[in-house]
């Protein structure tokens, strides 16, 4: 595999993850509802963590979100959250780079792949990432530990910019607590895809 195809497949992982996840936020929504609580939210966390860069697969649950009585969530306003998921996978690669202690990827590499992403679309409104690319670069070259990787910035969204979705009640609970579980597994799955990637030993 050449430099070209390696940056490709760092970027369509990450970007294939951050879709992923976004859309797997959707889905624990519209089964929380009242007409769906016989759909198991085990299901959703299933399909989704299987292979983290088919947000597609979600199809075979039968359901679609478009249709579905999600209301905020399919308005513009929410699609922000999908390019902040994006970001927020981007500005780590550097600590999978790190992790993969086998691989020959340069640095150089590692930031056009966090350029690429960025052409797809970022978005950190009034930082509420606090990881930046040039600061994950530092604490990798210092072996400084990772940051956890938790859903305090999407609380933070959904309380300063959500309409309905800040409101108090159970749906609203119950996606806070399901995006608790997702966010940890989500990113874990996804380094340790790209650390295989990153050391050439993914189709092995």
Do not use: H
């Not at 950190?124 to 956890?148: D, I, R, Y």
């Amino acid at each position: 595999m050449n430099d070209d195809d390696i940056v490709q497949r760092i970027v369509d992982i990450t970007d294939g993850a951050a879709e992923s996840l976004f859309l797997a936020l959707k889905y624990c929504y519209l089964v929380s509802d009242a007409d769906f609580y016989n759909i198991n939210v085990k299901d959703i966390f299933r399909i989704g963590l299987s292979d983290i860069t088919r947000p597609d697969s979600f199809r075979c649950l039968g359901l679609s979100p478009e249709r579905g009585n999600i209301g905020e969530m399919n308005g513009e306003n929410f699609a922000q959250v999908q390019e902040i998921i994006r970001y927020s996978f981007a500005v780590r690669l550097p600590f999978a780079r790190r992790d993969a202690i086998d691989s020959t990827v340069k640095e150089n590499q590692i930031k056009l792949a966090y350029e690429l992403l960025g052409e797809y679309g970022f978005a950190n409104p009034e930082g509420l990432v606090p990881l930046t690319f040039k600061s994950s670069v530092w604490l990798a070259k210092t072996k400084k530990p990772e940051p956890q990787y938790d859903t305090e910035w999407f609380r933070s969204w959904v309380y300063t910019y959500g309409v309905e979705l800040s409101a108090i009640n159970n749906r609203n609970m119950f996606l806070l607590g399901c995006a608790d579980a997702l966010f940890p597994l989500y990113y874990a799955a996804l380094k340790e895809r790209l650390v295989n990637e990153l050391n050439g030993t993914e189709n092995e």
